[in-house]
């Protein structure tokens, strides 16, 4: 069966190290995944997109990695601050849709 | 701000109860989409509409219904309401089939009593 999983457990980093959060997929093929940032009882922000051909992306602070052989995303935020507490959500496309990962709870403790 | 509208931001009805929500994407994009988020979960896409045409269906009810104008502005309706029906529902647009990112709106949030 198609599946997308991120780590469903709540991930607790301590202020000024580096968050890596992890998006698996089984069965899809997916040209591109995006990465979103969430706050509570607030819309999905995009942050980054990654193509198939991409290894790796960088956007300040933000970086991500697509390994189509293991089928993983990850997403890194160095120098991490509470600012950056939210929960973040890995998508990929399929068939012209976006597939949603169910999102990590990122807390930033100072 | 993303650019996306939706409103009503707050919503409080009773059971067996109609709602209309309304978006207005980015100016320039031309598709839409509607999630529904329940407390602690994740998103569920209900539909997908480009230039007026829907494109993908999701997990929507038959008791939910939208389509989208010409004026690109898209309506979710909600009908024969449930208590379960209680969530946060998004609106996002892109410029296209989702090869692009999605822009969301802050949601309309509807509780069901």
């Known amino acids: 069966s198609q599946k997308i999983e991120q780590n469903s457990e709540a991930l607790n980093i301590q202020e000024g190290k580096t968050a890596t959060l992890t998006c698996n997929y089984t069965n899809y093929s997916p040209a591109y995944l995006q990465w979103y940032r969430q706050d509570p009882g607030r819309g999905p922000v995009f942050l980054l997109l990654?193509?198939?051909n991409e290894k790796e992306k960088r956007k300040e602070r933000l970086k991500v990695t697509f390994d189509t052989t293991l089928k993983q995303s990850l997403f890194h935020i160095t120098a991490s601050q509470p600012a950056d507490s939210a929960t973040y959500l890995c998508?990929?496309?399929?068939?012209?849709?976006?597939?949603w990962g169910a999102g990590t709870k990122l807390i930033i403790k100072p | 701000d993303s650019g996306v509208t939706q409103t009503p931001k707050h919503l409080i009805t009773a059971t067996g109860q109609r709602v209309t929500l309304r978006c207005s994407p980015r100016s320039g994009d031309l598709s839409v989409y509607w999630y529904q988020q329940s407390l602690d979960q994740g998103l569920q896409f209900l539909i997908q509409?480009?230039?007026?045409?829907?494109?993908a269906k999701g997990n929507i009810l038959e008791r939910f219904s939208a389509q989208q104008f010409p004026d690109l502005h898209s309506e979710l309706n909600l009908s024969s309401l449930e208590l379960g029906d209680s969530a946060l529902y998004f609106c996002?647009?892109?410029?296209?089939?989702?090869?692009?990112?999605?822009?969301f709106g802050e949601g309309s949030r509807l509780t069901v009593l």
């Open positions: 996002a647009s892109s410029v296209a089939p989702p090869t692009r990112e999605l822009f």
């Open positions: 998508a990929l496309n399929s068939n012209y849709q976006l597939i």
């Open positions: 990654i193509r198939e």
């Open positions: 509409y480009y230039n007026g045409e829907e494109r």
